[in-house]
Each structure stands twice: as C-alpha cells, then as structure tokens.
C-alpha cells in the first residue's frame, strides 16, 4: 500500500486521520467563553455622513432649504444650470443624460431646462472632534490641532 502512494510525507492519507476516533481525542474547551480584552485595540471613531448640495464653482456648502434658481451665496454663480445638475455628464449626447430636443450652449449659466434637479453629494463629516478622552483618567484633553500637538501628545504617552 506504501508503494502506490503519490506522497511520501508524514501524514499523508493516514488511515485514522479522518476518522471520528481522530476528532474525538482532541480535548475541547470546557466553560464559558473568555471575555474580550478591553485592553485590545481601540475601536475607530465612526465617521458620519453628511448629504448636501455643493456649488460647482466654489465648492459651497448649500442651505436644505436653498433656492436654485438664485445665485450662490459665497461666489455668485448660478445654481439652476447645467453644471449643477444631475443629469449633466460631459461624455454623452447634449452633454445631458435626459433626451433633451436642443443642445445648451454654455453649461454655467442660468437656464430654464425642466428636467433639472440639483446635485446632491455624500460626504464624510471632517469636523474634528471637540475633546478627545485620555483613557484611565476622568480629563478630557482638547483634541490636537497641530503636528506639535499631536507630537506632544505621543510623547506623553510615553513619560516615566
């Protein structure tokens, strides 16, 4: 039987390696489970998102309750234009994803397309945190602002 075996290797196609006498000898863990380390690594602050309407040009956070057929607050720019829209897409036909009759020639000024609705973007909220919790202790320390401060804060980390 040796002979016909493809691999030589300890156990390769041991008889009793797949038998239920072969499972059964491994001691199993009695009790209940140990509970998770509270000292382990911390979990990451979740970020939340924030959907919001933004100006083409500057980038602008919009009101909710913003009118698009006025003009941006920080920079001037109209707001019901194509640029501004979720339809519009540079690669396709009239640069719209709508079937529009006729082409808009300058796509950042203000026009009176029916099919327009703004654009609306997902984005994470950077806001820092007000105050970061130094763990083992009751104090909050204002959270770093600066690589100094941050620096500073590693190092006391670390203080004897």
């Given amino acids: 039987m040796d002979g016909d075996r493809k ?3 300890h156990g390769y196609q041991d ?13 199993k863990q009695q009790g209940p489970k140990p509970p998770i380390d509270v000292t382990g690594p911390k979990l990451p602050r979740l970020v939340q998102n924030v959907v919001a309407a933004r100006c083409f040009n500057c980038t602008a956070t ?20 194509c640029k501004q829209c979720v339809n519009f897409d540079s690669s ?16 950042d000024q203000a026009n009176t397309c029916e099919l327009f609705s703004p654009r609306v973007t997902v984005a994470r909220d950077v806001l820092p945190s007000a105050t970061v919790a130094k763990p083992g202790e009751d104090g909050v320390l204002p959270a770093p602002r600066n690589a100094n401060d941050a620096r500073a804060a590693f190092d006391s980390l670390f203080k004897k």
Avoid: M, N, W
């Fill in 15 to 27: 008889s009793d390696r797949g038998s239920a006498s072969y499972r059964s000898e491994r001691p």
């Fill in 92 to 107: 396709t036909r009239f640069q719209c994803l709508k079937p529009i009759p006729a082409r808009i020639a300058v796509k």
């Fill in 7 to 9: 691999y030589r290797q």
């Fill in 62 to 81: 919009l009101a909710p309750d913003t009118d698009f057929r006025g003009t941006c607050p920080k920079c001037g720019a109209a707001l019901h234009c």
